[in-house]
């Protein structure tokens, strides 16, 4: 089995900075590519960032310049650095993680949680 947890949500003001962060544990031989998705009131869950273990990124369009990911494979965790947030940033953030549990098997995606990201002032 594996677990990702995330943390460091919360409320901010406008223009203000956060940063998650979210640890994956249990059963894991390697870890691929991680990202974060939101998903806001109403609408679909969309990818956010996400990065290669090699540590090529990518972001959505609406936080390029932003949003920074960030990755440290010796514990397996992932981070995401966000600035000059807006409210239209307010979502629930999930960590995504596709994890090879053991060498003879296929790698598996993986959910955290997730954790409330409130952009007010």
């Known amino acids: 089995q594996v677990q990702l947890v995330e943390s460091g949500g919360g409320l901010v003001q406008p223009g203000g900075s956060l940063r998650l962060s979210c640890v994956a544990s249990?059963?894991?031989?390697?870890?691929?590519?991680m990202g974060w998705y939101r998903q806001a009131p109403g609408k679909q869950r969309e990818l956010v960032a996400a990065i290669t273990r090699g540590g090529s990124a990518n972001y959505a369009d609406s936080v390029k310049g932003r949003f920074t990911i960030s990755r440290d494979n010796t514990k397996n965790t992932v981070y995401l650095q966000m600035g000059s947030l807006k409210p239209e940033d307010t979502a629930v953030y999930y960590c995504?993680?596709?994890?090879?549990?053991?060498?003879?098997?296929?790698?598996?995606?993986?959910w955290g949680q997730g954790t409330q990201v409130t952009v007010s002032s």
């Open positions: 249990g059963t894991i031989f390697s870890i691929n590519a």
């Open positions: 995504n993680a596709e994890v090879i549990t053991s060498p003879w098997y296929a790698q598996n995606g993986y």
